[in-house]
């Protein structure tokens, strides 16, 4: 999968996408990533991005001029290919992160893992300029949850990482997303607990049907023990 991600701070992905399953998937090729930094598509000597809110009040709202450029660019870039990939095909799913958003879900996470190519635009300040959804350069806007925080950055790592672990083959066995918490097979509800090693922590005991080797009972224990 392609995911594009256009910011005005880059550098904030360092770090999440960029160590352990993430960094492995990234390296096998299952998850191509693009970051475009948003002030280099701003307007004139200061590249400006945002600018005062119509109709007053704090904060700057980032403009929709300069947003449109980057989306229609990564568009462009997208259909010409790179030196990895052949040209990815069509248009990708474009995701405004947003806490006026629909909340993000396991089930949206595997539909959005169905895409071969997302766009995901990070907001910052007062977030932007309506005109790009309204126009039609937005395809859904999601929200991670009823809180706000500085920009969409997080809730971008958030997306790419929830979504990466859908792709096949990101996960090795070990790693498995068949039976988790709000997984289908475990009828959307939270997973059972896990234990391991030693049998016996500071008086604390593993379940004895954990140890007992019966199959059908620990399965019958971990049905009992999903929680709703
Ligand atoms: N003025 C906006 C409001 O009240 O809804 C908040 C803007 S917020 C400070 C700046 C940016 O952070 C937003 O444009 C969005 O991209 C991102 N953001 C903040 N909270 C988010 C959330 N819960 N989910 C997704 N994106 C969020």
């Known amino acids: 999968m392609r995911i594009d991600i256009l910011t005005l701070f880059p550098g904030m992905f360092e770090g999440p996408l960029t160590e352990s399953i993430i960094d492995r998937a990234r390296g096998k090729g299952h998850l191509d990533l693009h970051f475009h930094d948003l002030r280099t598509f701003g307007l004139g000597r200061y590249h400006q991005v945002d600018d005062a809110p119509y109709g007053g009040g704090a904060g700057m709202v980032m403009r929709a001029d300069v947003i449109v450029k980057a989306i229609e660019t990564v568009l462009g870039e997208g259909n010409k290919g790179n030196k990895r990939k052949k040209r990815t095909k069509g248009k990708p799913w474009r995701i405004y992160l947003s806490p006026r958003g629909e909340r993000l879900t396991q089930a949206g996470v595997e539909k959005l893992a169905k ?19 309204d126009g039609g350069w937005i395809d859904e806007e999601i929200s991670i949850g009823d809180y706000v925080l500085t920009g969409g950055e997080i809730p971008a790592m958030v997306l790419i990482d929830a979504v990466a672990r859908q792709i096949p083959g990101v996960l090795g066995k070990d790693e498995s997303a068949l039976e988790e918490s709000f997984s289908a097979a475990l009828g959307r509800k939270k997973e059972y607990p896990h234990y391991t090693r030693p049998e ?29």
């Open 200 to 228: 016996e922590f500071r008086g604390l005991p593993v379940p004895a049907v954990l140890l007992s080797g019966h199959h059908k009972e620990i399965e019958k224990w971990r049905k009992a023990n999903v929680r709703a």
């Open 115 to 133: 895409h071969e190519w997302l766009l995901l635009l990070c907001g910052h300040y007062e977030g932007i300029d309506q005109r790009v959804i």
